[in-house]
Nanobody, 118 residues
Framework: QVQLQESGPGLVKPSQTLSLTCTVS??????????WRWIRQPPGKGLEWMGA???????YYSPALKSRTSISRDTSKNQFTLQLNSVTPEDTAVYYC??????????WGQGTQVTVSS
């Protein structure tokens, strides 16, 4: 069973870059046909898919966030990371990493609260 754990700062200042890491255990992030995703949930709103990195290293982004988002991976550490540039208070949310085969979200991290505030 794959397990995921998000880590990163809980407070980010406006205009700065939000960086989060998802550490994966229970299987390599290069496992064929698996996708490794970032999802967020702002307060009082629904889940928003932000982007993903596939087993081959290909990346996919939400059109709404593409200009500010970068997802990368470190296969030696079995981690993948999210960078969101030029954050505003509207980026305040619980951020989740998740994984699964295409169009599935079988495993989730517990989520990490990120607040954007000066």
């Amino acid at each position: 069973q794959v397990q995921l754990q998000e880590s990163g700062p809980g407070l980010v200042k406006p205009s700065q870059t939000l960086s989060l890491t998802c550490t994966v255990s229970g299987g390599p992030i290069t496992t064929n046909y698996y996708y490794w995703r970032w999802i967020r949930q702002p307060p009082g709103k629904g889940l928003e898919w932000m982007g993903a990195i596939g087993y081959s290293g290909s990346t996919y982004y939400s059109p709404a966030l593409k200009s500010r988002t970068s997802i990368s991976r470190d296969t030696s550490k079995n981690q993948f990371t999210l960078q969101l540039n030029s954050v505003t208070p509207e980026d305040t949310a619980v951020y989740y990493c998740a994984s699964g085969l295409v169009a599935t979200f079988a495993s989730w991290g517990q989520g990490t609260q990120v607040t954007v505030s000066s």
